[in-house]
């Protein structure tokens, strides 16, 4: 034997997949005591370093190499007063009364008394008071940043003005925004999981099992995610974003495990080999099933923005977590509980006749009707992403926010007395070499700003000690996420561009999403280059076949086009919007795109590699292509159908916050979901692979001979020891 002829057979050896998952499965049954006992005590000791090192998340984001990153960078360093969170006081006049000092005076004194507040600016001082003088702007400047403004000082900020007599007073910026919250929408999410894995199961121990086991994988997870907060910045989506996945995929790869063991367990085998098998089979395809969702999550550190890079790595996380612990604590738990896993009926009836499963009828169809059937949800999916086309991105801000909260009140008091462009305020920031040449430049700005179409005014600049920065605060004659306003500060950049005697750099919330939407979409086809390049590369791996990672990435693609088509005509264009609280549609937050094609990417491939690794199985058992097509989703269906529901259930629970990022991320994912698992997988796949046959699983043979056997479906664990094997195995009584 060659060289190569050896390395492969070593490496055959060694990442015999499903061979490495047998052994651990069985030594996790037969040593649960030790295992169960590691866990708790790993999980004691993360969740005490979560306690005593967890440190706050922010709601900021970061965009380095950005113009508008490198004027707050300007702004903090060269206005250090200006660093803390800010707040605005809308004032409006209840009456025909115009506003005078006299009755905004309990409101100033009020914000003066907030803690932590180091000015409140008096509007007729600044300006801010609206021509008929029946509404004003109180900007109020705290010490500290946005993140550590307590409950106490947010309570006492919201209380300003509320005494005042015949004013309407509201509050809005960075004083208001809360931290966003983890509970309600995860405690339904979980109850209606448990629902579905009782119907599955049959079981109430089955289904509190793999719920429980979930459970501990995802506290351990979010426990050593909340440890590392202390050293690691996280937005506050983050944490919501690991335990949103972390809960979905504990669930499904622990469901994928129980069901194999149960079905093994039913046809004779003892709990040990039956344990072992589970993990074996089951388990390789949950191995697979979650380095894709790693691979897809981790990839978002290639497009170079911390907060996307902090939230897939959090994310990855918690999914390899996951992984790790329906592979050992799962088997160790099916140790205690014995054949309680099964139903009653499953107990008491081991002789009935097995009923066929509607997962075998349905696979049946499907590959005989399955030219219409393939035609038919192409041309559905195709025109479900047609609203895709439409699509605009740019980074939420409180007109985005429910109608009831109070940065969304102060947002729309705001806009009625001053117009909309007052709500999205944009910052010019001049620096130069000394204060002579820093002024001339941010004259010529302000001269150059106020001739630009779009903008309303332009505040006169105003200098730092030293002489080396000046801003300029600009407002817009339109909303923050009106497009009119991006062309507004495309036209600004271009003329100050000109200017010589200093660097001019634009910010804001508009510019912010202009030059996130910019870097996303320059980084866009690098990542899916790389996860998509990757997953093939895997898959082909798993499979040992070429068409079929192909066909799983073009379900990908029609899954992502009608996902996106559905949720811009509903966060967009309004379709059905007021179903899910989305009080006012707009522009998708523009990270959207490409998080969500990463989540759902690594989501698709689970239930790829769940249903068609059990297609492979058979067919390397010596069923014929179509039949081992039919027995893949015959044995699977069911499963599947409680894994995407499941699935579908905890992403939409999110949907019901009130953040608009989560809530979008929530229903998309929902969606995503949805899609992929009943229409792209559960019948394009069946349908596409009938019409491969046998061709399904060509591999050229000099790939062939590069690509180690993994052996993922378990060819080495067959037949079953004599000594493992009970004397007389058991029809699967309806088991699928």
């Not at 522009?587 to 491939?605: E, H, K, N, Q, R």
């Not at 056997?709 to 020891?721: I, K, S, W």
Request: glycine share 10%; hydrophobic share 50%.
């Amino acid at each position: 034997m060659g060289a190569f002829g050896q390395t492969r057979t070593l490496m055959e050896g060694v990442f015999g997949v499903a061979t490495l998952l047998y052994r651990l499965g069985r030594w996790s049954f037969q040593r649960r005591r030790a295992v169960v006992a590691v866990w708790l005590l790993l999980l004691a000791l993360i969740g005490g370093a979560a306690v005593a090192f967890s440190g706050p998340t922010s709601g900021e984001l970061t965009m380095p190499g950005t113009e508008s990153q490198r004027a707050m960078t300007a702004l903090e360093r060269d206005f250090p007063q200006a660093a803390g969170a800010t707040g605005t006081v809308v004032v409006a006049s209840e009456t025909e009364r115009p506003l005078t000092p006299a009755r905004l005076k309990p409101v100033l004194d009020d914000a003066a008394a907030v803690p932590g507040v180091v000015s409140a600016a008096d509007p007729f001082a600044t300006g801010a008071v609206s021509e008929d003088a029946r509404y004003a702007l109180v900007q109020v400047q705290f010490e500290n940043e946005a993140h550590e403004i307590t409950d106490a000082q947010r309570a006492a900020f919201t209380g300003i003005g509320a005494d005042a007599p015949g004013l309407r007073v509201e509050h809005g910026g960075e004083a208001v925004v809360t931290p966003l919250e983890m509970g309600s929408s995860e405690i339904i999410g979980i109850a209606i999981a448990a629902v579905v894995l009782v119907v599955t199961f049959g079981s109430l121990v089955a289904a509190g099992m793999t719920l429980v086991n979930a459970l501990v994988g995802v506290a351990v997870g979010m426990s050593g995610l909340f440890a590392l907060t202390s050293v690691v910045d996280l937005t506050d989506t983050a944490p919501i974003l690991a335990l949103m996945l972390g809960l979905a995929v504990g669930i499904d790869y622990s469901l994928f495990i129980t069901s194999r063991y149960r079905q093994l367990l039913v046809e004779g085998l003892a709990g040990p080999e039956a344990a072992g098998r589970a993990v074996g089979t089951a388990g390789s395809a949950v191995v697979f099933a979650g380095a894709t969702v790693v691979i897809a999550l981790t990839g978002l550190s290639v497009v170079g923005i911390p907060f996307l890079t902090a939230m897939g790595l959090a994310a990855a996380g918690t999914v390899a977590v996951a992984v790790v612990v329906a592979l050992t604590l799962l088997p160790a738990v099916l140790g205690f509980v014995g054949e309680r896993v099964l139903s009653r009926g499953q107990r008491t009836k081991k002789d009935a006749p097995a009923r066929e499963a509607f997962g075998f009828r349905w696979g049946r169809g499907v590959t005989r009707l399955r030219v219409p059937v393939l035609l038919a949800a192409v041309l559905g999916l195709g025109a479900l992403a047609l609203p895709l086309q439409d699509m605009r991105l740019a980074i939420p801000d409180a007109g985005a926010q429910a109608e009831s909260t109070p940065g969304r009140q102060a947002y729309d008091l705001t806009s009625e007395g001053f117009g909309p462009g007052f709500n999205g305020r944009l910052i010019a920031v001049v620096t130069g070499d000394d204060r002579r040449s820093t002024e001339a430049a941010a004259r010529q700005a302000q001269a150059i700003i106020e001739r630009t179409d779009g903008v309303l005014a332009v505040t006169p600049p105003q200098t730092n000690a030293t002489g080396t920065a000046a801003v300029l605060g600009v407002i817009p004659t339109t909303g923050p996420t009106d497009v009119k306003t991006e062309d507004t500060v495309r036209a600004i950049r271009a003329g100050v561009a000109s200017i010589t005697l200093g660097d001019v750099a634009l910010t804001g919330v508009t510019a912010l999403g202009i030059d996130v939407s910019a870097k996303l979409a320059d980084a866009l086809p690098v990542y899916l280059l790389l996860v998509v390049g990757l997953s093939v590369l895997l898959l082909m791996l798993v499979f040992r076949s070429i068409l079929v990672p192909i066909k799983a990435a073009a379900g990908f693609l029609l899954t992502v086009g009608a996902t996106f088509g559905l949720t811009v005509a509903v966060f967009q264009q309004g379709h059905f919007a007021d179903l899910i609280g989305v009080d006012t549609p707009g522009p998708l937050v523009s990270f959207l795109p490409i998080l969500l094609i990463g989540l759902l990417f690594g989501l698709a491939m689970d239930y790829e590699v769940f249903l068609v690794s059990r297609m492979r199985e058979d067919f390397v058992h010596g069923d014929t292509a179509q039949q081992a097509t039919v027995n893949g989703l015959g044995h699977n269906a069911r499963v599947v159908t409680a894994a995407a529901l499941i699935m579908i259930t905890v992403f939409g629970g999110f949907v019901f916050m009130d953040d608009p990022i989560i809530k979008s991320i929530g229903f998309a994912l929902a969606v995503g979901v949805f899609v992929d698992a009943f229409i792209v997988r559960m019948t394009l796949v069946p349908a596409v692979m009938s019409l491969l046959g046998r061709s399904a699983w060509w591999l050229p043979k000099a790939v062939d001979r590069i690509l180690p056997d993994l052996d993922v479906e378990g060819a080495r664990l067959h037949p079953a020891p004599a000594a493992e094997a009970a004397p007389a195995p058991r029809e699967p009584a309806g088991i699928s």
